[in-house]
T-cell receptor, first 116, second 112 residues
Framework: GAVVSQHPSRVICKSGTSVKIECRSL??????MFWYRQFPKQSLMLMAT?????????EQGVEKDKFLINHASLTLSTLTVTSAHPEDSSFYIC????????????FGPGTRLLVL | GQQLNQSPQSMFIQEGEDVSMNCTSS?????WLWYKQDPGEGPVLLIA?????ELTSNGRLTAQFGITRKDSFLNISASIPSDVGIYFC????????????FGTGTRLQVFP
């Protein structure tokens, strides 16, 4: 399967600050990566699809100006939570598709964000 | 957003017992994936199913892609304590094959 890493694994920040989360594909180049959010005791919800070299595609209800996605290289996608507020506290997880079977998604270890 | 109906919501079983959980949808799906998530970790892929009727095993785990393409089940045989976790089904609906939709999850607790 695909190997995906995320950094940082957890972050605590003050309300109003911005936080950047990195998602790296370690074993092959991924033109498409996905960002999910998971609230406690809930399932994963797709936030956006990150496309290398072009704009991300956001799901309905996800503010693109608040959750900035940059996919500047084939191995790195970043999610920046701008002007974070306590309600943005969540578990953020990225994924990528398996080459040749892009519908089979492999997930990173996740980033726990706590906004005070 | 849409979620798949997954049942049961939680299970408390004794070590050695078999487990069965399923996932249903009102829409047709093109793929079904089963994941296990441990606390504080990302989901780990267990089994991937790509066509209707497909039955696939991975060790003690067996999953099937329903013939109607609207459901899938996961069985775990002879459960062990490390099977504890949350199991999620996920799939790509035929109306939007780019989007992976997740089930509501089944929390499994195994007692020795």
């Amino acid at each position: 399967g695909a190997v995906v890493s995320q950094h940082p694994s957890r972050v605590i920040c003050k309300s109003g600050t911005s936080v950047k989360i990195e998602c790296r594909s370690l074993d092959f180049q991924a033109t498409t990566m996905f960002w999910y959010r998971q609230f406690p005791k809930q399932s994963l919800m797709l936030m956006a699809t990150s496309n290398e070299g072009s704009k991300a595609t956001y799901e309905q209800g996800v503010e693109k100006d608040k959750f900035l996605i940059n996919h500047a290289s084939l191995t790195l996608s970043t999610l920046t939570v701008t002007s974070a507020h306590p309600e943005d506290s969540s578990f953020y997880i990225c994924s990528q598709g398996l080459r040749g079977r892009e519908e089979t998604q492999y997930f990173g270890p996740g980033t726990r964000l706590l906004v005070l | 957003g849409q979620q798949l109906n997954q049942s049961p919501q939680s299970m408390f079983i004794q070590e050695g017992e078999d487990v069965s959980m399923n996932c249903t949808s009102s829409s047709i799906f093109n793929t079904w994936l089963w994941y296990k998530q441990d606390p504080g970790e990302g989901p780990v892929l267990l089994i991937a199913l790509y066509k209707a009727g497909e039955l696939t095993s991975n060790g003690r785990l067996t999953a099937q892609f329903g013939i109607t393409r609207k459901d899938s089940f996961l069985n775990i045989s002879a459960s062990i304590p490390s099977d504890v976790g949350i199991y999620f089904c996920a799939g790509h609906p035929s109306y939007n094959t780019d989007k992976l939709i997740f089930g509501t999850g089944t929390r499994l607790q195994v007692f020795p």
